[in-house]
């Protein structure tokens, strides 16, 4: 069985090192198209659904959070104040970084302990391989496909390998 730790790690790597990748075509298209990148940052699929900067922030918070919960460490901070591609970027390599470091042991030490999980004004008991794989990873991948597919209705050149691939 593949211990919890790695598999956070691995798909931390792997998504976030992707959508580095994408966000850096996203910023070269905006570049060349010689725009404005708030005119691609600020797209949105519907008026009720987050913006490409909040789809990434999301996609970086799921991973922190989600290791230091598993870890039994304080929550890490990010301000959301991203507002360019390279600062998306770096926010991106910062949640890899972050990641990285927690400690496997402590990772794994809780995959079949019984942890509260906050869902709004309510926890739901999860364990930590539950957690993983039910919450953690499925935020991590759905965000940051919503990142990629709004680069994507705009015109940057990515495909499936972009999103598969860390740059």
């Given at each position: 069985m593949?211990?919890?730790s790695y598999q956070l790690k691995s798909a931390t790597n792997q998504t976030l090192g992707a959508l580095k990748g994408i966000l850096a075509k996203g910023e070269a298209y905006a570049s060349a198209l010689k725009c404005e990148e708030s005119a691609l940052?600020?797209?949105?699929?519907?008026?009720d659904m987050f913006a490409?900067?909040?789809?990434?922030?999301?996609?970086?918070?799921?991973?922190?959070?989600?290791?230091a919960r598993l870890a039994g460490k304080e929550m890490?901070?990010?301000p959301d104040?991203?507002?360019?591609?390279?600062?998306?970027?770096?926010?991106?390599?910062?949640?890899?970084d972050y990641v990285n470091a927690v400690d496997d042991a402590a990772i794994?030490?809780?995959?079949?302990?019984?942890?509260?999980?906050?869902?709004?004004?309510?926890?739901?008991p999860m364990t930590g391989e539950q957690y993983l794989s039910g919450f953690i990873?499925?935020?991590?991948?759905?965000?940051?496909?919503?990142?990629?597919?709004l680069l994507r209705t705009q015109g940057v050149q990515i495909?499936?390998?972009?999103y598969l691939v860390p740059a």
């Amino acid at each position: 069985m593949t211990s919890v730790s790695y598999q956070l790690k691995s798909a931390t790597n792997q998504t976030l090192g992707a959508l580095k990748g994408i966000l850096a075509k996203g910023e070269a298209y905006a570049s060349a198209l010689k725009c404005e990148e708030s005119a691609l940052l600020s797209q949105r699929f519907y008026p009720d659904m987050f913006a490409l900067p909040r789809q990434v922030q999301i996609a970086c918070d799921t991973v922190t959070r989600g290791a230091a919960r598993l870890a039994g460490k304080e929550m890490p901070s990010f301000p959301d104040t991203e507002q360019t591609f390279a600062e998306l970027i770096a926010r991106c390599q910062k949640a890899i970084d972050y990641v990285n470091a927690v400690d496997d042991a402590a990772i794994d030490a809780t995959a079949r302990t019984t942890l509260q999980i906050p869902m709004g004004q309510a926890t739901m008991p999860m364990t930590g391989e539950q957690y993983l794989s039910g919450f953690i990873l499925t935020n991590l991948h759905f965000h940051a496909a919503m990142a990629y597919g709004l680069l994507r209705t705009q015109g940057v050149q990515i495909g499936k390998r972009d999103y598969l691939v860390p740059a």
